[in-house]
């Protein structure tokens, strides 16, 4: 084994474990390793500030903790009585923050840490607050929530999958309740009456992507009770029994984005689409789709078309045209232009040279599925647009849904740019703050730790080629598992994380395997991903979102060993997955592995360059830790450039709904296909 290099602090998101609360009417003390924490931090940009309001929240919560329950709710009723008389929420912030203290050490047995304090109010002041694996953020999540609930415009919680948003909601349901605040959540089945119920809530938990469909689909219903010529009497013309044809959403008034950088950076470079009624063309474009699927296959790179690597753009040359003249062709085809032929061949040979399955997608009872690349998870009801969704399925032998028209649109920017207020969590968000500047004129305040951490870094370990990684990959599972520690290994696909379990079985290693074919089991798996001896292979979303608690023994044997296998497009996916260890203040170790034929740096340089050192590494034996620093810059050189694609889809969303506002238009509703 290598010998330790540093000690290392990446955060990632999780749900908390609290301490016991204090017994109604003993004196409050701060915990000694936070306190510790907190002082050596409070130097930190912006946080001396809500370091300094600490005390006022313990003044309150002193008063009010020994108040009856039926006390404590009539107490919250008066908050917000005092917030929709127009009181500032500022300044009810350390009554609040002392009552959702109180509430949650009550119902839950979790008393809020003063980093959780600190946490809560950088969100409440339309920050994003980062705070490491096992700080807490469900819990803390509840501080600004209640505070801006209290005028009673509504909140969003938005989370990135429906599983989460019904979890937190469910979890932190008692700390509301107590307080006197409803609380709804969206999933992806609802009838819009349930959707309407649910967003009525002071509170409302659900994804990005459902309030998005949302807001398009009120739209859409706004638009067309317009045009039937009842505005705004049309609801009530309709009587009760079209309550569904009216509106689900209410203001857009203050969102809290949990796992910001997934939802708003991530989830980005995708807008939401609602597709329009398909037309007479839908038998052409299936047929178009299935011949190109077959044709590609005559195509050759350089001979007939030119592959750009940075842009991922397919374009036949003078002799692909030629070829797709020559190529024959169903009846059905027989209306359909050259020029529009070309674009289904050149779609045909981008799916087949950059969308794999196992990696980007997967097939489901028949259908292409696709996999969040960032997350690792099925990605439910999305599909990718500009007919690439249809080219995938029609490589895929799979029936061919219909390319139809675009009804409406939004992207993930201009949805969260809407709400009045915006605050964000995250373990992952340093390394985007520009960004998050930039865009969402958010600021990434990193939040102070409870416990100092105990997470330990291990020298990177380079290989010439993927055979003499995975091989040292499956030692290093061997040596730590025999001592009895757990283990836990990200993998950036479901092949590869299928290809090491079959490594480890043929070891005759015992393991579990998490991947998007095992979504259901999720949580499960990953709760017990810390007990002794536990070896569990993952994709990078590794239970993002739950926490990896250790086994009765782990803690002294050296807490969990995180093995990142490839260095991601993101440096922020694999903090995420180094975040899984060395939870509040827990002992844990993680090493990153490499080898030079990894993807990285195809992506990071190009075929060139990167064939030259797929050669250079074939027959290279031992390690290369020189070339650690070569895969960091390349992925650095991937992040820039998806930071460039999300700004310049940024950049043309703006200008397109400058274009419809200045003819009169609707910029959600009259986008072109």
Known sequence: ???????????????QESPQPPKRGAPRTFRTDSLRSICSQVTRSGLARYISK???????????????DRDLRKYSLGLRHRAKSGESLAKLLPEAFALVRIAGARTMNMRHYEVQLIGGMIMFDGSIAEMETGEGKTLTATLPTYLYALPGKGVHVATVNDYLAARDAELMMPVYKMLGMSVGIIESQMSSDERRKAYQCDIT???????????????LLIRQTREQGLGVLGPLLAGKSQKNEEPVQREHFFALVDEADSVLIDDARTPLVISSIPGEAEKVAVACHQWAALAER?????RHYEYEHDRKAVELNVSGRMLVRQIPKPKLLDTVGLVDLYDYVERAIKVKRDFHSGQHYVIRDGEVVIVDESTGRIAEGRKWSYGIHQAIEAKEGV???????????ITVQDLFLRYRHLGGMTGTAASSKGEFKKIYKLNVIKCPTNRIPQRKLLADRVFGNGEAKWAAIVEEIREVHTKGRPVLVGTRTIEKSEHLSKLLAEAGIEHEVLNAHQVAVEAEIVSRAGQPGKVTVATNMAGRGTDIKLGEGVHELGGLHVICTELHDSARIDRQLVGRCGRQGDPGSTRQFMALDDDCLLVGFGPKRYKKMVEYGKNRQGELPAYAGLFRKAQRKIERKHFGDRKVLLYHEKQRKKMHREMGQDPYLDSPD
Do not use: W
């Open 399 to 409: 029936e061919v849904t219909v390319a139809t028209g675009q009804a409406a649109r």
């Open 205 to 219: 938990y659900g994804t990005s992507k459902e309030f998005g469909f949302d807001f398009l689909r009120d739209r």
């Open 1 to 15: 084994m290598e010998t330790e290099q540093q000690t290392l602090d990446p955060p990632e998101t999780s749900t």
């Open 54 to 68: 600490l005390p006022l929240i313990d003044k309150f919560e002193a008063e009010l903790k020994d108040l009856s």
């Open 298 to 302: 005559e195509f050759e790179e350089d």
